[in-house]
């Protein structure tokens, strides 16, 4: 027999043990009782021992089942009363919560032994959705679940204090299914190879050991060769940038005017010089990308001053949406701190930051990606001493449209743009240095 305990008499409803005084009294014949939670695999242990006739009575504390109830099993083979009288109960578990475990869609196979698998047919960075399971294999059903999903081998451990109430932040999300048994959560390749780790939390904070999957794909989406040539402002022009072997431009004393200087025989790459004044930036006379999809975004950037203060804030590459408003755009905040933003057609800021300020006259490589399957924002940027890489969770709702409008280039920035990139589809950490010897010697454009 089961009675029910959670959400009667004054106990939670989410309670995940109790203790009570149970009671056989008028046994019929000689045995035991054992009690379980409900839902689970019933135990060969004895809570109490009696003799036919007898009364006997004893202190339990057992676990409770994912509906709220405890099972009561008479070992004997006459019938017997029962009575339970509950003392107190328990609102979480001492030890953590079992690791979870993660099992894969039958379109990845799993690699014998690991817990790593390829997508069947060979799969695209940035395509495809797979619904993985997570389920708790413990004894207590869990509260919820968070997990990340990152290119490999992904985070080592989850922020503090998330609970089915927050929001998702940085690569994480909560995910918090009725029973606290089982989940299905989509995720689509971030990288060659994608990490999916999951951690279970209890209902007092207690934490499980990761788990971690690990699936790979064979392709990528075609490194972006189409030059969508841009006009500059009026108040600004074309220069050269010298640069090394590898794509990088060497440094400058200033990010005004020819940066090619001093170094005699190099190659030079055609930067876009803005100026900064209102309405004064570079155009395309159509669109790079539709922003309701997935698009990367790179470039190299020399600000003449990052951190302006006030209410300036500086734009690097904008897509224009198909309103005229913004779609998404990387800039540079009043304190000089990179950052991509996208609006959704709710009108919401999905927005993710490089919490670090850059140097005046100073070139720093930013690479930047909207994953609409993963619903993520990706930004990493590089700089002279400085590698910072962020993510954050973006909302679920759609994001504004861009199928009509131009990009620009600069729009209240003061300082040079080099080997601009906006293209569909999402590229991988090797694409975005490989895509810069896409660039010749005479591109006046964006690359797409």
Same mark, same amino acid.
């Given at each position: 027999?089961?009675?029910?305990?959670?959400?009667?008499?004054?106990? /939670?409803?989410?309670?995940?043990?109790?203790?009570?005084?149970?009671?056989?009294?008028?046994?019929?014949?000689?045995?035991?009782?054992?009690?379980?939670?409900?839902?689970?695999?019933?135990?060969?242990?004895?809570?109490?021992?009696?003799?036919?006739?007898?009364?006997?009575?004893?202190?339990?504390?057992?676990?409770?089942?994912?509906?709220?109830?405890?099972?009561?099993?008479?070992?004997?083979?006459?019938?017997?009363?029962?009575?339970?009288?509950?003392?107190?109960?328990?609102?979480?578990?001492?030890?953590?919560?079992?690791?979870?475990?993660?099992?894969?869609?039958?379109?990845?196979?799993?690699?014998?032994?690991?817990?790593?698998?390829?997508?069947?047919?060979?799969?695209?960075?940035?395509?495809?959705?797979?619904?993985?399971?997570?389920?708790? /294999?413990?004894?207590?059903?869990?509260?919820?679940?968070?997990?990340?999903?990152?290119?490999?081998?992904?985070?080592?451990?989850?922020?503090?204090?998330?609970?089915?109430?927050?929001?998702?932040?940085?690569?994480?999300?909560?995910?918090?299914?009725?029973?606290?048994?089982?989940?299905?959560?989509?995720?689509?390749?971030?990288?060659?190879?994608?990490?999916?780790?999951?951690?279970?939390?209890?209902?007092?904070?207690?934490?499980?050991?990761?788990?971690?999957?690990?699936?790979?794909?064979?392709?990528?989406?075609?490194? /972006?060769?189409?030059?969508?040539? @841009?006009?500059?402002?009026?108040?600004?022009?074309?220069? /050269?940038?010298?640069?090394?072997?590898?794509?990088?431009?060497?440094?400058?004393?200033?990010?005004?005017?020819?940066?090619?200087?001093?170094?005699?025989?190099?190659?030079?790459?055609?930067?876009?010089?803005?100026?900064?004044?209102?309405?004064?930036?570079?155009?395309?006379?159509?669109?790079?990308?539709?922003?309701?999809?997935?698009?990367?975004?790179?470039?190299?950037?020399?600000?003449?001053?990052?951190?302006?203060?006030?209410?300036?804030?500086?734009?690097?590459?904008?897509?224009?949406?198909?309103?005229?408003?913004?779609?998404?755009?990387?800039?540079?905040?009043?304190?000089?701190?990179?950052?991509?933003?996208?609006?959704?057609?709710?009108?919401?800021?999905?927005?993710?930051?490089?919490?670090?300020?850059?140097?005046?006259?100073?070139?720093?490589?930013?690479?930047?990606?909207?994953?609409?399957?993963?619903?993520?924002?990706?930004?990493?940027?590089?700089?002279?001493?400085?590698?910072?890489?962020?993510?954050?969770?973006?909302?679920?709702?759609?994001?504004?449209?861009?199928?009509?409008?131009?990009?620009?280039?600069?729009?209240?920035?003061?300082?040079?743009?080099?080997?601009?990139?906006?293209?569909?589809?999402?590229?991988?950490?090797?694409?975005?240095?490989?895509?810069?010897?896409?660039?010749?010697?005479?591109?006046?454009? @964006?690359?797409?």
């Amino acid at each position: 027999m089961s009675f029910q305990v959670g959400g009667v008499s004054g106990i /939670p409803a989410n309670v995940s043990a109790v203790v009570f005084n149970l009671t056989v009294t008028g046994p019929k014949s000689f045995g035991f009782v054992s009690a379980f939670a409900s839902g689970t695999e019933r135990p060969n242990a004895s809570n109490v021992n009696f003799g036919v006739g007898q009364t006997v009575a004893n202190s339990v504390t057992v676990p409770v089942g994912a509906d709220g109830k405890v099972t009561l099993f008479n070992r004997s083979s006459g019938t017997t009363d029962l009575i339970a009288d509950v003392a107190g109960y328990f609102m979480g578990q001492l030890m953590p919560p079992a690791t979870p475990v993660i099992t894969p869609p039958a379109s990845i196979t799993t690699i014998p032994g690991t817990n790593t698998g390829t997508v069947n047919g060979g799969g695209t960075v940035g395509e495809g959705k797979y619904d993985f399971t997570i389920s708790e /294999p413990g004894t207590y059903p869990a509260k919820g679940f968070a997990y990340a999903v990152t290119d490999a081998p992904g985070p080592t451990s989850m922020p503090v204090n998330l609970s089915c109430d927050t929001p998702r932040v940085h690569e994480f999300v909560v995910v918090c299914p009725a029973e606290g048994r089982k989940a299905t959560v989509t995720v689509g390749p971030a990288d060659r190879s994608t990490s999916l780790k999951v951690w279970a939390f209890d209902y007092v904070g207690n934490v499980s050991y990761p788990a971690d999957y690990e699936f790979r794909v064979a392709n990528t989406v075609p490194v /972006p060769a189409t030059v969508l040539p @841009i006009t500059a402002p009026s108040n600004g022009s074309w220069v /050269p940038v010298a640069i090394q072997a590898n794509g990088t431009p060497y440094a400058t004393e200033s990010c005004q005017g020819d940066a090619s200087a001093g170094y005699s025989g190099s190659p030079t790459r055609n930067a876009l010089q803005v100026n900064g004044l209102p309405d004064q930036f570079g155009t395309t006379a159509s669109p790079a990308v539709n922003t309701a999809e997935s698009f990367s975004v790179s470039g190299w950037f020399c600000p003449t001053n990052p951190a302006p203060g006030g209410n300036t804030i500086q734009s690097l590459i904008a897509q224009v949406s198909d309103t005229g408003d913004l779609a998404a755009a990387v800039r540079l905040n009043t304190d000089g701190q990179p950052e991509l933003d996208t609006w959704t057609t709710g009108g919401t800021l999905n927005q993710v930051q490089i919490l670090t300020g850059q140097t005046s006259n100073q070139w720093f490589f930013l690479t930047a990606v909207y994953d609409k399957v993963n619903q993520q924002l990706r930004m990493t940027v590089s700089s002279a001493g400085y590698s910072g890489t962020w993510t954050t969770a973006a909302a679920t709702q759609t994001h504004l449209p861009s199928t009509t409008q131009p990009v620009r280039l600069g729009e209240g920035f003061k300082g040079q743009i080099l080997n601009p990139v906006l293209t569909q589809g999402i590229l991988t950490k090797d694409q975005f240095s490989w895509v810069q010897t896409q660039f010749g010697p005479g591109t006046q454009g @964006i690359l797409k």
